[in-house]
């Protein structure tokens, strides 16, 4: 059965950096578009970015592009979301996501940036 | 960016009742609407895409409804896991945009 598993979450200042990360297993992780989704505390849910099964096509919602970057490694079965200067309004449990549409999800990391 | 809205924000049903939950976009998505259950503490869960198909093991007393910018999602005979919250999303432009959400709770 599809498993995904995020891991990288954490506290950290406003202006620092972190890393997430979505190990994926039981289906043929190169076949598909992968998401990172968030929800900031007790609110909805915001679709971050995708990229596409080869790395081809990427994209960002405008709360964070210029400062996130997502990336996959095919061969580690892996995504990743690389956050820098990360804001207060970044805090929120970060979902990975499988598939152009959000088919799987994971069970999430959360994400709080505070001084 | 195309704004979803859901209504309503809250709908109370009894067990075994009918509910139906509306989602309107503020422009047209064709059929390329997704609706979500979010228990608490879950992650959310695909229940349905191109605005009428079931995902996997999806029962069939849901059914979502719909095209261009009027979606529905009705469930049939609601069962105690049926009480969470809804979202609608569409992912006809980018960026995909989630409606705030129809909170179903027990009557």
């Known amino acids: 059965q599809v498993q995904l598993v995020e891991s990288g979450g954490g506290l950290v200042k406003p202006g620092e950096s972190l890393r997430l990360s979505c190990a994926a297993s039981g289906f043929t992780f190169s076949d598909y578009y992968m998401n990172w989704i968030r929800q900031a505390p007790g609110k ?8 596409s099964d080869s790395s081809s096509f990427t994209n960002y919602a405008d709360s964070v592009k210029g400062r996130f970057t997502i ?20 805090t929120a449990v970060y979902y990975c996501a499988k598939g152009r549409v959000a088919a799987d999800w994971g ?7 505070s001084s | 960016e195309i704004v979803m809205t859901q209504s309503p924000a809250t709908l109370s049903v009894s067990p075994g009742e009918r509910a139906t939950l509306s989602c309107r976009a503020s422009q047209s998505v064709s059929s390329n609407l997704a609706w979500y259950q979010q228990r608490p503490g879950q992650a959310p869960r695909l229940l349905i895409y191109g605005a009428s198909t079931r995902a996997t093991g ?4 849901l059914s979502g409804g719909g095209s261009g910018t009027e979606f529905t999602l009705t469930i049939s005979s609601l069962q105690s896991e049926d009480f969470a919250v809804y979202y609608c999303q569409q992912y006809n432009n980018w960026p ?8 179903l709770e027990i009557k």
């Open chain 1, 107 to 113: 069970q999430g990391t959360l994400v709080t940036v």
């Open chain 1, 44 to 51: 909805g849910l915001e679709w971050v970015s995708y990229i």
């Open chain 2, 96 to 103: 995909y945009t989630f409606g705030q959400g129809t909170k």
């Open chain 2, 58 to 61: 999806i029962p069939a007393r």
């Open chain 1, 71 to 90: 990336y996959r490694d095919n061969a580690k079965n892996s995504l990743y979301l690389q956050m820098n200067n990360l804001r207060a309004e970044d």
